[in-house]
Nanobody, 122 residues
Framework: QVHLVESGGGLVQAGGSLRLSCAAS????????WGWYRQAPGKQRELVAA???????RYADSVKGRFAISRDNAKNTVYLQMSSLKHEDAADYYC????????????????WGQGTQVTVSS
């Protein structure tokens, strides 16, 4: 059974930075693609960024140039470096194993971790 633990969220001023971490256990981490997703109140969960086993990356248009996804296979951890944060980035952030297609990326597991909350202040 896969266990996903997200961390690193918090309160940050607009324009600031945060780095999120997701530790995954119970899965063969290195051969899979992983993604970060977010869900703001009243909105659907959306893909933020994905990274393949070969370190190819995908980003939502809204975060391109500001966010960077990376992975450390030795630690079974995927990261999301967020910079130049905007109010619209405020959400609960989650990670999930991901299937990366040419035009989209989709989460694999139906069960999500507890997420980590990002709040952006003025």
């Amino acid at each position: 059974q896969v266990h996903l633990v997200e961390s690193g969220g918090g309160l940050v001023q607009a324009g600031g930075s945060l780095r999120l971490s997701c530790a995954a256990s119970g899965s063969v981490f290195s051969i899979n693609a992983w993604g970060w997703y977010r869900q703001a109140p009243g909105k659907q969960r959306e893909l933020v960024a994905a990274i393949t086993s070969g370190d190819s990356t995908r980003y939502a248009d809204s975060v391109k140039g500001r966010f960077a996804i990376s992975r450390d296979n030795a630690k079974n951890t995927v990261y999301l470096q967020m910079s130049s944060l905007k109010h619209e980035d405020a959400a609960d952030y989650y990670c999930n194993k991901t299937v990366v297609y040419s035009s989209t990326s989709l989460p694999v597991y139906a069960t999500w971790g507890q997420g980590t909350q990002v709040t952006v202040s003025s």
